[in-house]
T-cell receptor, first 115, second 116 residues
Framework: AQSVAQPEDQVNVAEGNPLTVKCTYS??????LFWYVQYPNRGLQFLLK??????LVKGSYGFEAEFNKSQTSFHLKKPSALVSDSALYFC?????????????FGKGTRLHILP | NAGVTQTPKFQVLKTGQSMTLQCAQD?????MYWYRQDPGMGLRLIYY???????DKGEVPNGYNVSRLNKREFSLRLESAAPSQTSVYFC???????????????FGPGTRLTVT
């Protein structure tokens, strides 16, 4: 069965500094990977996804993520953090080996950008 | 184009009561999902539906039932609510994946349910 781990419950970064939110995954086949963001009292919003191709994926709001198959990781990054990036971030995975379309989420990482 | 809508936004139930959470999407998506979000647990998949007339269990299906009424609507029913079902419930939809296809999900605003 597929699973996702987000090892950090919270990440604090000063505004203007680069940020990284970590994600590792486990699947039996090849993964499809996603990042979502959740602002307070809102549903989740899609940021980016990795399907195939370049290991560096660019998404919304200046975010990017790097797929690393050997380390089974898909870390979310941004070169320069904004206070408005403060939110809850979720990594999700689908195992391409599954015939179904089941997508499993991690526990989330709360990102605080300090002014 | 409203996207994914959920009703109600808030609900308080007593233990043993039943209720149905409604979800509808207007994006002509085939796949629909129900998740629950709990502090420290992230999102956990309750049920999903790859197409009208089909439903499958997710990670935490016990205590819930679902109905895919038509392509637009996917409801979640709690037959006998328990305090452990206090949570925020999210519905999502996407284009139908499977095989080498996969698509991002669109989420509703959530239903905050408290069971006392």
């Amino acid at each position: 069965a597929q699973s996702v781990a987000q090892p950090e419950d919270q990440v604090n970064v000063a505004e203007g500094n680069p940020l990284t939110v970590k994600c590792t995954y486990s699947v039996s086949g090849n993964p499809y990977l996603f990042w979502y963001v959740q602002y307070p009292n809102r549903g989740l919003q899609f940021l980016l996804k990795y399907i195939t191709g370049d290991n560096l994926v660019k998404g919304s709001y200046g975010f990017e993520a790097e797929f690393n198959k050997s380390q089974t990781s898909f870390h979310l990054k941004k070169p320069s953090a904004l206070v408005s990036d403060s939110a809850l971030y979720f990594c999700a995975v689908r195992d391409i080996g599954n015939r179904d379309d089941k997508i499993i989420f991690g526990k989330g990482t709360r990102l605080h950008i300090l002014p | 184009n409203a996207g994914v809508t959920q009703t109600p936004k808030f609900q308080v139930l007593k233990t043993g009561q039943s209720m149905t959470l409604q979800c509808a999407q207007d994006m002509n998506h085939n796949s629909m999902y129900w998740y629950r979000q709990d502090p420290g647990m992230g999102l956990r998949l309750i049920y999903y539906s790859a197409s009208e007339g089909t439903t499958d269990k997710g990670e935490v299906p016990n205590g819930y039932n679902v109905s895919r009424l038509n392509k637009r609507e996917f409801s979640l029913r709690l037959e006998s609510a328990a305090p452990s079902q206090t949570s925020v419930y999210f519905c999502a939809s996407s284009e139908r994946g499977g095989g080498t296809l996969t698509y991002e999900q669109y989420f509703g605003p959530g239903t905050r349910l408290t069971v006392t």
